[in-house]
């Protein structure tokens, strides 16, 4: 049963606009939101995070939202940079157990020049 | 530098043929964690220590077995190893306390291929 789920496996953007990534939950136990940028060939960095008692966390050009009601969240990458250009993860981690990690399955963005 | 280390980046192994992949960070992290990556699956936690000597299982611990007696080492060991054990693997480190505050590093990853 996948708890976290990224229902579109890619995404491509022209450079300088929006990108939209997407993310569902179903536990309502979750507290704590990330998401991670990974490129080929290295592990995953950590771009951007969220409590569950916010709804909107800003870092730059990046912005996470966390919509509880509709157990979703989004990142919003803007302008894309072709550098974006990489598989992106949310993950969610439980009150119960906050060295638990929950990750989905990756969105690949590809950010056009 | 900052970083997790894991060796080796490459391996390939034959069925039953035990093997450890070791990972270790120069940052003093209480807690480290390994996952394995799959196509269409994401990143799975498999084990994770949140100090010296205390470690506990994610969600997919068969097939693995784990130890944390240093606070900067944790080696993942395959007992028996299967070819369902091919998988891209990844050990990672953080501080203690909550995952919002406390950045997780992860190491480059290790290539296994269980023949």
């Known amino acids: 049963d996948q708890q976290v789920k990224q229902n579109s496996p890619s995404l491509s953007v022209q450079e300088g606009r929006i990108s939209i990534l997407n993310c569902d939950y179903t536990?309502?136990?979750?507290?704590?939101f990330l998401w991670y940028k990974k490129y080929p060939a290295e592990g995953p960095t950590f771009l951007i995070s969220?409590?569950?008692?916010?709804d909107k966390n800003e870092d730059g050009r990046f912005t996470v939202f966390l919509n509880k009601s509709a157990k979703h969240l989004s990142l919003h990458i803007v302008p894309s940079q072709p550098g974006d250009s990489a598989v992106y993860f949310c993950?969610?981690?439980?009150?119960?157990?906050?060295?638990?990690?929950?990750f989905g399955t990756g969105t690949r963005l590809k950010v056009l020049a | 530098e900052a970083q997790v280390t894991q060796n080796p980046r490459y391996l390939i192994t034959v069925t039953g043929k035990k093997l450890t992949v070791t990972c270790s960070q120069n940052m003093n992290h209480e807690y480290m964690s390994w996952y394995r990556q799959d196509p269409g699956l994401g990143l799975r936690q498999i084990y994770y220590?949140?100090?010296?000597?205390?470690?506990d299982k994610g969600d997919v611990p068969e097939g693995y077995k784990v130890s944390r007696k240093e606070k900067r080492n944790f080696p993942l060991i395959l007992e028996s190893p299967s070819p369902n054990q091919t998988s891209l693997y990844f050990c990672a480190s953080r501080p203690a306390g909550t995952p919002l505050n406390n950045e997780q590093f992860f190491g480059p990853g290790t290539r296994l291929t269980v023949l």
């Open positions: 536990n309502s136990m979750f507290d704590y």
């Open positions: 220590s949140m100090n010296v000597e205390v470690t």
């Open positions: 969220i409590s569950s008692i916010k």
């Open positions: 993950a969610a981690s439980p009150t119960s157990g906050t060295y638990k990690y929950i």
